[in-house]
């Protein structure tokens, strides 16, 4: 069978090759409205009227409409997303997936390693002059690139080998991850960097596997412990960032013998101002659009065409003029794709909503795409605090939630249950086909989830004495207090998983025969998340309903990394450490061995479902929705997302 590397939307592409690994494409609200009202998504019009510039495009052969030659204005695009948009737009501290698409069409542009419509990683002839390699006497590796003359940031000013490496230096300091608090997953690629763990953690002001050689010139040395790498060239797939956006202009970066450094006045106290202005006003960036505006009351990104922009690695600029991205309510989402409040609606998941978009479609005006998707919805599982510490919980809530009938409400038959973290288009799942159909299923079952509970020690009184059989249990710890079965659970408000989970867990009869009391709290989706990146054990919330996708590379090792703030579930000890080493397994398969890794992957996901910290829902085939008036818009979401398809369409 035809292999094809891993894509999707995360925290889903490279996010100019700072997003840790990128295995993760970004937590999505699924079947959410996030508390936005239905009159705040009316204000921005899907008329492309008063635009100052229009651009005439010849149509292809194929592309008439109305049985006559259609002519491109190319104004305006208005994206609707479910997630509920923050104006975060920076990935490195809590934005949501909205955000992160916003970002990248921003952000990424200029990385001199590319993935193409295959997936497969390439070098990009726009930026990339020249690429060297070179395997070192101590099992390291050196690659030394050589960008092209004349690339500009949006604004005009040059970039250079020196932004490249400033993008570097900045996302993986210990005074952005610690005292400015972005996530570690800002760190990107780069944890695999000869010398990364002394400079992010602050024992070195000197990154070792860093290098700036000249204005045209960088190198990156990738740590000996961490090669091979499976997905390779990919190491090097890093974007520049502009120093006068992030910091201060007497701050500067100073080659040595030993690496790079910067100037001792780089200090969170000295940068934090610049800093926390620049997260909401990413004004200065590469991508094939700019960051223009931002309307809070609207929850609307408006993106303008960069001028500086050079092309992607085909030479293709965007034919839009404006993307505007926008949260669209659950409930009103097709009324708005109707009225043309919004053009396109990206990543519908809902069964209802695609059965809806399908009579659209079939009633005329407006086309769709389907897909299926490299991700899945889940409950979410804090494991160190709480009951659901215990992996005997987890397995209980499993085995309390019939997840068949679940994916088929939700999905209305547009997807299908998983048992691990993965989609049902990824190629490692079709070559294990057989492997994966005989992961634990957690079939629904009140006396196999009781089993579980008496196996991990549930089964006293809040006395003490034996469990009686009615009410909550409790667990004997070992200072010799006794917990209770109660876990907190937060959710998104209007959100339809969330009801769903409510009537066929929460309020599940079944729930209080076991012993076990779910409470549910609800907040905005970005409240959510502040809580759900909150490892700490005074968290008072051990369970969450969100969903994610995976990108390209699958790389999941900062997911799991032991006392990273990047690992959400927070699997402690032994266990949290088993799971990490296998996925450095997967990650460190040698490039090209598609058998290996396979079954690297496999090891991982075998292991994952037995500590279950997250209890999967299911994986769904999307449907992007779109009038008519759109042309040339194609993608899979998979290798080719919204952010390189919005490149070569064109609108009415």
Known sequence: ?????????????????????????????????????AENQGDVSGNAEGSEMEMEVVVEPGTETGGGSATYSNKQVIVGEISETSGDITPYWTNNASDYDAYKLVANGLEPIVNDQEGKWIENPTVLEKLETVDNE???????VTIKDGLKFSDGSPVTAKEYVFGIMFFASDELQVDLKATEASAGLFQYYKGYSAYSSGESDTFEGVHLIDDKTFSVTIDASMEPYYYGQALVAVGPESMALWVPEDVTLEETENGVKFSDNFTAEYIGEKVEKAKYDYNINCGAYMLTGYDADAYTYTLTKNPNYPGNFEGQTANIETVLIKYVPEDTMMDQLKTGAVDLLYQVGDGDKIEAGLDMVEEGGY??????????????FKCNQGPTQFKEVRHAVAYLLDRVAFAQTFTGGHGLVVH????????MVQEYAEEVDGLNAYTYSLESAVAALEEGGWVYNEDGSDYSGEGIRYKKLDDGTYMPLVIEWLSSENNSVSDLIVTSLMQNPDVASAGMQINQTVVTFNELLS??????EENPYQMFNLATGFGN????????EPGSGSNINAIPGEEGQKLYDLTIAMNQTAEGDDVAYAENWFNFISYWNELLPEVPLYSNDYHDFFTSRLHDFEEDGYNWDIVKAILYANIE
Request: negative net charge; glycine residues 18%.
């Open 553 to 560: 590379p699958f790389d999941l090792a900062y997911m799991y």
């Open 420 to 427: 691990g973290p993965y989609g049902s288009q990824q190629w």
């Open 138 to 144: 101590d099992g390291s590796k050196t690659y030394t």
């Open 367 to 380: 086309d769709y795409l389907t897909y299926g998707r490299a991700g899945y919805g889940m409950i979410s």
């Open 1 to 37: 069978m035809k292999k094809k590397l891993i894509s999707l939307f995360l925290i889903g592409a490279m996010s100019a090759g700072v997003l840790a690994g990128c295995g993760n494409g970004g937590e999505t609200n699924e079947g959410g409205n996030s508390g936005s009202n």
């Open 531 to 536: 809580y759900y990146y909150d490892n700490s």
